[in-house]
């Protein structure tokens, strides 16, 4: 009676170790890779959460569409969520999602400013991108922004 499941439990021992080393050996990002996108800011909404006009603890929250590096294509979109920090600062607290069609997403959180580009960290993804890590620098541009996710594996 004991045999049966000593057979069962190698058996799990072995599907599991199998499956562990196919996902190791199969990781989405598997060398440093740069992916610029263009995001056409056309649907950012600010609401206001306090006193009338720009104070800390309104939300910006977004979806806007994803554009491949030459700008001639759209290829996704993003959404996401900020809190304004510190209106003197210029500074607000975000998060988003970018979304390439047939590829997966890519999670980022970090702080934005008004007045300056930045680099913020990506804390995640989906599909191809499951394994991400590294950095994304946000740069400002007429009418939305440059993403350049700078992928690690």
Same mark, same amino acid.
């Given at each position: 009676m004991r045999r /049966? !499941?000593?057979v069962m439990a190698l058996v799990v021992v072995v599907v599991g170790t199998a499956l562990t080393i196919s996902f190791a050996r199969n990781r989405a990002v598997t060398q /440093?890779?740069?992916l610029k996108v263009i995001e056409h800011a056309v649907n950012d909404r600010v609401i206001d959460t306090g006193?009338? &006009?720009d104070t800390p603890g309104d939300l910006l929250v977004f979806t #806007?569409? !994803?554009y491949n590096a030459t700008n001639s294509t759209k290829i996704g979109h993003?959404? &996401?969520d900020c809190i304004r920090i510190s209106p003197k600062a210029g500074t607000w607290e975000?998060?988003?999602l970018t979304f390439i069609a047939g590829r997966g997403a890519i999670m980022v959180e970090g702080a934005f400013f008004d007045g300056r580009d930045n680099t913020i960290? !990506?804390?995640g993804g989906t599909m191809e991108?499951? #394994?991400a890590r590294g950095s994304m620098k946000l740069v400002a541009r007429p009418g939305g922004y440059y993403f350049i996710f700078q992928l690690l594996p």
């Amino acid at each position: 009676m004991r045999r /049966p !499941i000593f057979v069962m439990a190698l058996v799990v021992v072995v599907v599991g170790t199998a499956l562990t080393i196919s996902f190791a050996r199969n990781r989405a990002v598997t060398q /440093p890779t740069t992916l610029k996108v263009i995001e056409h800011a056309v649907n950012d909404r600010v609401i206001d959460t306090g006193k009338p &006009g720009d104070t800390p603890g309104d939300l910006l929250v977004f979806t #806007n569409p !994803i554009y491949n590096a030459t700008n001639s294509t759209k290829i996704g979109h993003d959404q &996401g969520d900020c809190i304004r920090i510190s209106p003197k600062a210029g500074t607000w607290e975000c998060r988003w999602l970018t979304f390439i069609a047939g590829r997966g997403a890519i999670m980022v959180e970090g702080a934005f400013f008004d007045g300056r580009d930045n680099t913020i960290a !990506i804390t995640g993804g989906t599909m191809e991108f499951r #394994n991400a890590r590294g950095s994304m620098k946000l740069v400002a541009r007429p009418g939305g922004y440059y993403f350049i996710f700078q992928l690690l594996p």
